[in-house]
């Protein structure tokens, strides 16, 4: 199992950054870990941010593609996602999640089915 934690979620100005920050704690080994970042807006579904593989490859949704940059640190079992150009519509609940999935090291999740962990959140208010 693995524990999750994320951090760095704030108010931010139309076209600021955030940097959130998910750390992993538990008896298993991070880095066989899938790792992805999800949002949810009031009154919407949870959606796919970014994920990453167990061997750094990386997927966006199209709506943060060019602004969102997701990365993991195995040695500190962290996962980051630094967020730019940051717009209203991004203003959500962000969520950080896991799943050990199979084998394959250049898998990349990006259903909310497809995790198995998930953090508490960390809000994201953008403001116009």
């Known amino acids: 199992q693995v524990r999750l934690e994320e951090s760095g979620g704030g108010l931010v100005q139309d076209g600021g950054s955030l940097r959130l920050s998910c750390a992993a704690s538990?008896?298993?080994?991070?880095?066989?870990?899938?790792m992805g970042w999800f949002r949810q807006a009031p009154g919407k579904p949870r959606e796919f941010v970014a994920g990453?593989?167990?061997?750094?490859?990386?997927d966006y949704a199209d709506s943060v593609k060019g602004r969102f940059t997701i990365s993991r640190d195995n040695a500190k079992n962290m996962v980051y996602l630094q967020m730019n150009n940051l717009k209203p519509d991004d203003t959500a609940v962000y969520y950080c999640?896991?799943?050990?999935?199979?084998?394959?090291?250049?898998?990349?999740?990006?259903?909310?089915?497809?995790?198995?962990?998930w953090g508490q959140g960390t809000q994201v208010t953008v403001s116009s």
């Open positions: 538990g008896r298993s080994t991070f880095s066989r870990y899938i």
């Open positions: 999640a896991a799943d050990r999935g199979p084998g394959e090291n250049g898998l990349v999740f990006a259903k909310v089915a497809e995790y198995d962990y």
């Open positions: 990453i593989s167990r061997s750094g490859g990386t």
